[in-house]
């Protein structure tokens, strides 16, 4: 289906209806695809499905969320393997639906463990950080940090998740694991999802303070 709908040059908001429609008329709660998550059919539907967004929820409790990583952020999580440069470059594109002419509003709930966790040499951990508060001066993104010494539970400790909605289509959740990838678009499911992305957003600092603190990580970063 996704085939024809390519070569028919489908709109973007026909495309997911459509691809909607499928999802109701499948037995399954889910689409699980295992093997590697950067690459293949699964970084394919990722792709088509954050161009099509209106909206992003991206939770990210271990790590800065791929959509707003530098290159060389992502290439010390990508590590020294054959193709991480093709992954890298990949990652970079998807990029782009934030600086498009029509950018999605892109909300990122990230854990202040993410921002220090030592992923890459203190010059690329800098660079990021100053990348984070060029995106956070956009219109359309917003970071909101998770205090990791505030106490008590919620739905962002149990792990990342990202939640993709459309100008018609329903919502839907990506859940990305080391060797896994999973979609989940079924109503009960999503709204679950939902329901813990705003508890998440309760927990978190507001915008301004949470530019705040990404400002005082680079004051240290750079100072020590």
Known sequence: MV?????LGTPADVRERILGLRRDADDAPGQLTAGATTLGGSLTQLVKHEAAASRIVDVAPLLVPGLLQTSDYARAIMGDVPDADTRVALRAGRREILTRRSPVEFLALVDT?????????????????????????????????I??????????????????????????????????????????????FLEASEEIR?????PAESTGIIENIVHGMETT
Do not use: C, Y
């Open 3 to 7: 085939r024809v709908l390519d070569e």
């Open 113 to 145: 463990e993410a921002l220090v966790r030592p992923i890459a040499p203190r010059d690329v951990m800098v660079e990021q950080m100053h990348h984070l508060l060029t995106m956070a001066r956009r219109p359309n993104v917003t970071i909101q940090l």
């Open 147 to 192: 205090s990791s010494t505030r106490p008590g539970f919620h739905p962002g400790l149990a792990g990342p998740f990202e939640l993709i909605g459309f100008p018609k289509a329903r919502p839907i959740v990506l859940l990305e694991h080391h060797r896994s990838s999973l979609f989940l678009w079924e109503e009960r499911d999503v709204a679950a």
């Open 202 to 206: 309760q927990a978190a600092m507001t």
